[in-house]
């Protein structure tokens, strides 16, 4: 099964409010990232937070990490033009790539 | 150039036939990973080069995927005898070496349609 799982597959809010996206992982990580892809788009990465972090912030964007939960949660503030899927990332020890989930399709309406 | 550059873009062709795609990473990155995406899923890892070592293969689905990455630099995915289950977006993307678990930063993909 997938290291990385986010919650909900899709969400849909009104632009303004904030959205909130969590992400499930298995095993011991060395950082925790997300990404941002927009239809037809590559990925874009937004932020990473190690393992011995538990907070983080960038702009609208607030990433949390629990270890001892094996979660983490991507808060965005304020929607507007935020419609995109968003995915987590998993870096782990060794001479190991990432490891992504399988998103979560953010729709925010005008 | 500034970021990740493949090519083609989009790329159309019959079953049965071979495709090569192309990775232009960014300057200086020395670490390379190709994957894939079918429509509304997350990404399938394929290939990572890192360097000058030895490249992870371990999500290459069969042996009709190949990889190379000549120079350190531009790398090249080929699929030969191509079948509709290939049908995708192949992405690539690149980072500054740590291991596999930094920052990747990634072109738009080719989508490839095997008819």
């Known amino acids: 099964s997938q290291q990385g799982e986010e919650d909900p597959q899709a969400l849909s809010i009104q632009e303004g409010e904030n959205a909130t996206m969590n992400c499930s992982y298995k095993?011991?990580?060395?950082?925790l990232q997300w990404y941002r892809q927009n239809s037809g788009r590559g990925l874009v990465h937004l932020i990473l937070?190690?393992?011995?972090e538990r907070e983080k912030h960038s702009g609208r964007l607030r990433v949390t990490l629990d270890t001892s939960k094996k979660s983490s949660s991507l808060l965005i503030t304020a929607s507007r033009a935020d419609t995109a899927s968003y995915f987590c990332?998993?870096?782990?020890?060794?001479?190991?790539?990432?490891?992504f989930g399988k998103g979560t399709r953010l729709s925010v309406i005008a | 150039g500034a970021g990740v550059s493949q090519s083609p873009s989009n790329k159309v062709t019959e079953k049965g036939k071979d495709v090569e795609l192309r990775c232009d990473p960014i300057?200086?990155?020395?670490?390379l990973y190709w994957y894939r995406q079918s429509l509304g899923q997350g990404l399938e890892f394929l290939i990572y080069?890192?360097?000058?070592?030895?490249?992870?293969k371990s999500g290459l689905p069969s042996d009709r995927f190949s990889a190379e990455r000549t120079g350190g630099s531009v790398s090249t995915l080929t699929i030969q005898r191509t079948q509709q289950e290939d049908s995708a977006v192949y992405l690539c993307?690149?980072?500054?070496?740590?291991?596999?678990?930094?920052?990747?930063?990634f072109g738009d993909g080719t989508r490839l349609s095997i008819l």
């Open positions: 300057s200086g990155h020395t670490a």
């Open positions: 080069f890192q360097g000058n070592s030895a490249p992870d």
């Open positions: 993307a690149s980072s500054l070496g740590t291991g596999g678990r930094g920052a990747q930063h």
């Open positions: 937070i190690r393992s011995n």
């Open positions: 990332a998993t870096g782990l020890s060794g001479n190991t790539p990432l490891v």
């Open positions: 095993t011991s990580i060395n950082n």
